[in-house]
């Protein structure tokens, strides 16, 4: 089997609890955006754009949509004899079966994996963040300073550095302090989650961290700080472009809101680094334009539009009634909104009926008071829903 450069290991096994009814039945990186695609569609297309074509994709709760829609990797040009796109889950082996246990034990579980494609250097991402970035880029600079490790950054807001990995580097960009959600920041440079290792040096750091009892088999809490410890070739790689961790409703919000616009902040329509979908093609759009009406919104195929959408990103397949009006909101593929209904900063999830003449997002509604409904519910006519209530299917 040929060598590979550099192998991708993609975790997406999370729950995604903060996302709450989103996540009951799916992973967090199988959950809809942009109104034709799934979280993981985003790491998994950077992959194809850089030209990693080995990727293993790491999955525990609730993986059954995920691995469907991966399936062969087709959809993302990861279809290959050698390599490819493989779904990876928790497996019973000779000394029984065990849950991974944190990030760090997921990839040491999958050791035998990275041994199969003998690669260089091992690229380990998340699956639950939307950006665009070109992992060649960040793979030359790995090569060329000789690191150990590689960790992208991105620089946030001071007043929310405490959420994140936290670094301090020198002007040669290598890292000399790192601090897991610190309480008082040093500065505002910020993990992404992702990070390209020299493969023999991650397998000998996993192996160690599987081995001590007291560690939480983690990246950011055991094993960056150890390597820093032990004076390893720590080295950061600053990103410049658009990252959005989309853990939280307000976050999956605000993302879906950035692609709106004349210029919007962040662009699924760029030919040059293009955003690949494993979703089935569904007819054209059709806007019943007597009295359909959309303005500064994403609609997508097979969308009926009978009533008027404003700011909103529309999935496929989505009914919109007569006299309906869709602001500030994000409906998911194969929703039907009832004829005079209103929403309003809502997020509804795959396949809901809502019914005629609700009102979704009574109140005064904000992105600090998302309204939510879950997979499959079915909101009866002249329901009103008030504004952060949460409905899941019975």
């Known amino acids: 089997m040929k060598k590979k450069q550099c192998v991708a290991m993609l975790l997406a096994g999370g729950q995604g609890s903060r996302l709450k009814a989103l ?55 990861l ?13 019973q082996a000779k000394k029984g079966a065990r849950w991974y246990e944190g990030t760090a034990n997921a990839i040491y579980q999958n050791i035998q994996f990275l041994d199969k494609y003998d690669s260089e250097h091992v690229l380990i991402l998340s699956g639950d963040h939307i950006y665009k970035m070109d992992y060649s880029k960040m793979l030359a600079q790995h090569i060329e300073t000789d690191a150990d490790i590689t960790i992208a950054v991105i620089d946030v807001p001071m007043d929310e550095a405490s959420r994140f990995g936290i670094m301090s580097y020198d002007k040669n960009f290598r890292i000399f302090d790192f601090a897991e959600k610190p309480k008082e920041p040093k500065s505002n440079h910020a993990s992404m989650g992702v990070y390209l290792f020299k493969k023999d040096v991650l397998v000998r750091m ?24 032990e004076s390893m070739r720590v080295f950061a790689y600053q990103f410049e472009g658009y990252w959005k961790d989309v853990g939280t409703l307000k976050s999956l919000w605000e993302a879906n809101m950035d692609l709106l616009g004349i210029d919007p902040v962040f662009s699924l329509y760029d030919g040059a680094w293009k955003i690949y979908s494993g979703n089935d093609a569904y007819p054209p759009a059709l806007l019943l334009t007597k009295n359909g009406c959309v303005t500064n919104s994403i609609v997508t195929e097979g969308d009926i539009i009978s009533g008027k959408v404003v700011n909103s990103v529309i999935g496929e397949g989505v009914t919109i009634g007569e006299g309906a009006v869709v602001e500030n909101s994000v409906v998911f593929s194969g929703s039907v909104i009832g004829a005079g209904s209103k929403l309003s900063y809502a997020i509804v999830d795959e396949n809901v009926t809502v019914g ?39």
């Open 356 to 394: 005629e003449n609700c009102t979704v997002g009574a109140g005064k509604a904000s992105p600090d008071k998302i309204t939510l409904i879950g997979r499959s519910s079915v909101v009866p006519d002249g329901t009103m829903l008030d504004c952060g209530s949460i409905t899941e299917a019975e």
């Open 206 to 229: 996993l192996t160690e961290d599987d081995a001590d009892p007291d560690s939480e088999k983690d990246f950011g809490k055991n094993i960056i700080p150890k390597m820093l410890a």
């Open 79 to 91: 279809d290959r004899k050698n390599g490819g796109a493989h779904v990876l889950a928790p497996y």
């Open 23 to 77: 996540t009951t039945t799916v992973a967090k990186p199988a959950v809809s955006f942009g109104g034709k695609y799934r979280i993981i569609d985003f790491p998994l297309s950077n992959c194809s754009n850089s030209g990693i074509d080995t990727v293993g994709v790491l999955t525990q709760y609730q993986p059954l949509v995920l691995n469907e829609y991966i399936g062969t990797g087709e959809s993302w040009d």
